[in-house]
Every structure is written in structure tokens, then in C-alpha cells.
């Protein structure tokens, strides 16, 4: 496109709520033809709230207590969820705390070696109340005390609820309709993901990804004839934003997805998106 047309796409992008970082991703978008979307907080508004606590070796009010201490050194949106749950009471301290990317958290509360993370990291995957937990789409944590890598007791669940962005679902209608594959990539587990991503009017997704495996997801997405657009939120994000040929970040998003990314949505709303693939069809794809 002409420096011309590149200059009315960028206004008209701001209009639309479309923070323009680089033009020549705005003139690209016209010929993405996959768009990868990451779950908690692009999707979803990145708020979660927990919505269960079930007591299995403790009581309740002792699994919060333990849960938030752990989750206290934590910046993982799940941490904030736990630490919210358990309120102003004081917390006992925690030594040798550890969080483990894409895991969970550890640390050592009254000297006892406890982990709380996911049911993956205990090899608890087909838990079939966590399995329950995980259909409604709610993201199960377990709180285990450990001795050396096994669970020697599984103290208790904590599931977490993020509720998709009110215009997501439609989002992804538009895009569809604009003829774009969506796919959803997450770290959560599948049946979790697969709630959330029928919630959202997804049918393809990729669960379980490991924070360093996302480039690499958007990688293996990539073909000849489409390009890859990638819409991220989270510092986790970074690698696959700068992978993918076109990237947008949400506004509410961490600095780094946003300093990651071609486009950022203002407005944290998905439709965003759909608006930028018809405004580079429309405004640069003509001009060539
Ligand atoms: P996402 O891609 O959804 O942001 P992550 O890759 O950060 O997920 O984490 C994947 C999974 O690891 C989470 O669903 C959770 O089960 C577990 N996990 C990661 N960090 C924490 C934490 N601080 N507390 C509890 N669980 C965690
Ligand atoms: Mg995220």
C-alpha cells in the first residue's frame, strides 16, 4: 500500500479503537487467514474468582489459608483469585517459595512441603470430581502436601471461574465469517478449554501448552497461503505475538504483550479484530 493508504488505515484504525504500532501489520491483516487466540484474559475478561473449595484433608478455611500464602508471592491471575478468596486474615509465612511457569507454586508453610497447581503437575488428570469441576469450565488447582515429588496428601480443590468478555462469542462469529480459522491456545487443561472454547463458539483448540511452547504453536499453525495473526494478553505471551505475522495485544494487557504487538484493542474487545481484517481489506487492499 502507499504511504497514502497506510496514513488512512492508521486513522481509521484509531477510530475503530485500534492502537497502530506498525503500519505494515495493519496492511498485512488483510491476508491473515488463521487467527490464534490465548484464553484467560483475551478471551475472557482475566479476572477469575474462585468459585469452589473442596476440602479433602483440611478444612476449608485452612486449605484458603495455606492456598494464599503460597499464592501471596505469586503474580499468576489464579494467585490474585486464591489470595482475594482467603481475604484480610494474616498469613503464615512461607519459606523456600518456587513457582514453576505454566505449573504451579511450592513452598514450605509450619514445615510442611506444600505445591498448589494443577492437576497435570500431580498426575491427576482423570480426577473425576476435578473432571466435573473442569466441564463447567472452572480451572481446578490442587493444594498437596508433598513428600519429595508424590502428593502424600491432597488437601484440597480450589476451582476458578474467568468469565468469557462479553463480546467474544460474537467476535469470533465475525471472523468466521470473515473466513478466518480461530483457535484457541491455553496452558489449562482440555476440558476446561474445551468449556470455554464452546462457550465461545470455538471448535479448535490447543490445551496444555507450556509457556515456551506457545511460539511454537503459532509456528506450527503457519502455512504457504494464510498468514498467522496471534492475540495475546499476558507476559507469557510475548514469544508468540513476535512468532506470529501479525499481532494485537489487549489493552488491559500486560506492557510486555503490548510492547510485543503489531495492534493493540483499546477497548479489550475482540471484535477489534474483525474490524482491522475488514479496515485492511477494505482502505489498503485496494491501493496496491
Ligand atoms: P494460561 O495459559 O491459562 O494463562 P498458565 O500457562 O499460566 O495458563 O498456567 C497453566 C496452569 O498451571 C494453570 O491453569 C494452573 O493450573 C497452573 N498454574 C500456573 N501458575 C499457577 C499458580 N500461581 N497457582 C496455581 N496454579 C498455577
Ligand atoms: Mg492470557
Redesign the pocket.
Given at each position: 500500500a502507499t504511504p497514502t493508504a497506510i496514513m488512512v488505515g492508521t486513522g481509521q484504525g484509531a477510530r475503530a479503537g485500534i492502537l497502530v504500532r506498525n503500519a505494515e501489520a495493519l496492511e498485512r491483516a488483510q491476508k491473515i487467514g488463521v487467527l490464534a487466540l490465548?484464553?484467560?484474559?483475551t478471551l475472557t475478561c482475566g479476572q477469575p474468582q474462585v468459585t469452589d473449595v473442596v476440602p479433602m484433608a483440611c478444612k476449608r478455611e485452612e486449605a484458603l489459608r495455606l492456598a494464599a500464602a503460597l499464592?501471596h508471592q505469586?503474580e499468576?491471575?489464579?494467585?490474585r483469585a486464591?489470595v482475594a478468596a482467603h481475604g484480610d486474615g494474616e498469613l503464615p509465612p512461607v519459606t523456600d517459595f518456587r513457582?514453576l511457569?505454566?505449573?504451579?507454586?511450592s513452598g514450605e508453610v509450619d514445615s510442611r512441603v506444600l505445591r498448589?497447581?494443577?492437576?497435570a503437575?500431580f498426575g491427576l488428570d482423570d480426577d473425576a470430581a476435578i473432571a466435573e469441576l473442569q466441564s463447567a469450565g472452572k480451572?481446578?488447582?490442587v493444594l498437596a502436601e508433598m513428600n519429595g515429588e508424590t502428593p502424600a496428601s491432597v488437601l484440597a480443590l480450589i476451582a476458578i471461574a474467568d468469565a468469557l468478555r462479553p463480546t467474544s462469542r460474537q467476535a469470533v462469529a465475525q471472523l468466521r465469517a470473515q473466513g478466518i480459522r480461530v483457535v484457541m491456545l491455553?496452558?489449562?487443561?482440555v476440558a476446561t478449554a474445551a468449556a470455554i472454547a464452546a462457550q465461545a463458539g470455538i471448535d479448535e483448540f490447543r490445551a496444555g501448552?507450556?509457556?515456551g511452547d506457545k511460539a511454537a504453536a503459532i509456528n506450527a499453525l503457519k502455512s504457504a497461503d494464510a498468514l498467522v495473526a496471534m492475540v495475546g494478553d499476558?507476559v507469557?505471551d510475548a514469544p508468540a505475538l513476535a512468532a506470529a505475522d501479525v499481532s494485537f495485544a489487549i489493552g488491559a494487557g500486560s506492557d510486555t504483550a503490548i510492547e510485543a504487538a503489531d495492534l493493540t484493542l483499546i477497548r479489550n474487545d475482540l471484535r477489534g479484530v474483525a474490524d482491522a481484517i475488514a479496515l485492511s481489506r477494505a482502505t489498503l487492499g485496494k491501493i496496491r
Open positions: 490465548d484464553k484467560t484474559g499464592e505469586s499468576h491471575p489464579l494467585a486464591v513457582a511457569a505454566g505449573h504451579g507454586v498448589l497447581g494443577s492437576p503437575w480451572t481446578v488447582v491455553t496452558g489449562d487443561n501448552i507450556l509457556p499476558g507469557n
